[in-house]
């Protein structure tokens, strides 16, 4: 990497969101980019890619192909290239394996010198004077420092791993967050007491991967939601989804928008349907079997307290409707409680040109900035203004193209909101 070329685009993190903006802006002359990453390589949520698991978007909605139908980083052209195009389709599914749709990320970061991996950034700084922001850079491997100068920002740094109750992964060895489960899985299995926290996709996926495990006797699954959720995927619903919506939404009053965010919940954060009705074939399966205990599934029911003794983990949970408290003991502990999406410390240096609300939060233009001269724009970090879509992965190419015709200052991707059935205003 060179230190004193000014590149037009540096690009922080390279999750799906970045890698697809480093697509889109491949065969751009104009665009001189860089994308650094802390990871080794492109490797999308590795503990959790399990083999039945099954993205929640269809293949269309891959990094490119909502503002780029013709682009060589489609995963219609990622199908071809691997000799699958016609298995695929006939195998009439429209939503992906998670370990092809990773496989696909992989293809296209392949394709893509853009890209650098094994890099840790630490700060950035801006220059008054030739207005370009400087890159403090680490390798990881070597701990050599490295500067880059761009003249614009994406940040893409993804979101944490959120645990309760203050509990860190350091207090036991098989207490875990969900993003960290097929890592402890081999250990997990020579245990027969296992306990999943968690109402969404990744507390099912776990759940219905240890159901068939033959070493529990125990498998437990509280969900702190009044029910176990299925994703809403009704085609009226799903016009949700789309980039009119997102303009519909950031007019909105704050206020509004706190309260709209409540009511969507399981447009995002429900279980697969086809997931939930296999569950119920195998807890079905069991029954008629006998060969182990039924687990035990209890929705409105959240964890309070926790503790750690030489034999067993320790829970307190609480039935949200009753009002009563339980206590159950499990050698390992599943927590698939979300994640968060912390501000970046390396922005810290920029202080007052990095724009925030009353209550801290980035406060994001239309066209994702986050600062007045639109030179510093946010990644799936813009919920609370943008909404619910935010870590849509249909809808990152959108939010790339517009970012790009921002940073250009014309319409390199037309970008003219599709007609929808339903009135939005």
């Not at 970045?18 to 994308?35: R, V």
């Not at 990152?396 to 193209?401: D, I, L, M, N, V």
Request: net charge negative.
């Amino acid at each position: 990497m060179q230190t004193d070329k000014v590149y037009d685009i540096i690009g922080i993190g390279i999750g799906p969101f970045n890698l697809g903006f480093a697509a889109l802006t491949h065969d751009l002359p104009e665009l001189d980019t860089i994308f650094i990453d802390q990871q080794e390589a492109f490797n999308w949520h590795p503990g959790l890619l399990l083999p039945h698991a099954r993205l929640q978007v269809p293949f269309y909605a891959d990094l490119v192909t909502a503002v780029d139908p013709t682009s060589k980083f489609s995963f219609m052209n990622y199908l071809h290239e691997k000799g699958r195009a016609y298995q695929f389709g006939i195998n009439e599914q429209l939503y992906p394996l998670r370990i092809e749709y990773n496989d696909y990320c992989r293809w296209v970061a392949s394709q893509l010198p853009s890209l650098q991996f094994g890099y840790t950034c630490h700060s950035v700084h801006y220059d008054e004077l030739d207005k370009t922001y400087t890159v403090i850079t680490e390798n990881t491997r070597t701990r050599q420092s490295k500067k880059l100068r761009g003249k614009h920002m994406v940040i893409g740094t993804g979101s944490k791993p959120f645990l309760p109750l203050n509990i860190t992964e350091n207090d036991h060895p098989l207490i875990l967050h969900s993003s960290n489960y097929l890592k402890h899985k081999s250990t997990l299995l020579e245990k027969a007491r296992a306990t999943i926290i968690g109402s969404g996709q990744s507390a099912a996926e776990i759940f219905h991967d240890l159901l068939t495990a033959p070493s529990y006797q125990s498998l437990h699954w509280y969900s702190r939601s009044d029910r176990f959720h299925p994703m809403d995927i009704s085609k009226l619903t799903l016009e949700l989804s789309s980039p009119n919506y997102i303009d519909h939404f950031y007019q909105l009053t704050p206020q509004i928008k706190k309260e709209v965010l409540i009511s969507q919940a399981y447009l995002y954060k429900g279980i697969n349907q086809s997931l939930l009705s296999e569950i119920y074939d195998q807890l079905y399966q069991l029954q008629l079997t006998k060969t182990k205990p039924l687990p035990v599934l209890q929705a409105n029911t959240e964890l309070s307290q926790l503790s750690i003794t030489d034999e067993s983990i320790h829970l307190q949970l609480v039935h949200l409707e009753k009002e009563q408290k339980q206590t159950i003991q499990t050698d390992a502990l599943i927590l698939a409680t979300g994640y968060t999406h912390p501000q970046p410390g390396f922005l810290q240096p920029l202080g007052h040109h990095i724009n925030k609300d009353l209550l801290g939060r980035f406060k994001i233009s239309k066209n994702y900035a986050i600062n007045d001269n639109q030179t510093i724009f946010i990644q799936n970090g813009e919920q609370h203004t943008h909404g619910f879509n935010s870590a849509d992965l249909g809808l990152g190419s959108h939010r790339s193209a517009t970012i790009i015709n921002q940073i250009l200052q014309r319409d390199q991707f037309s970008l003219h909101n599709q007609q929808l059935f339903q009135s939005l205003n």
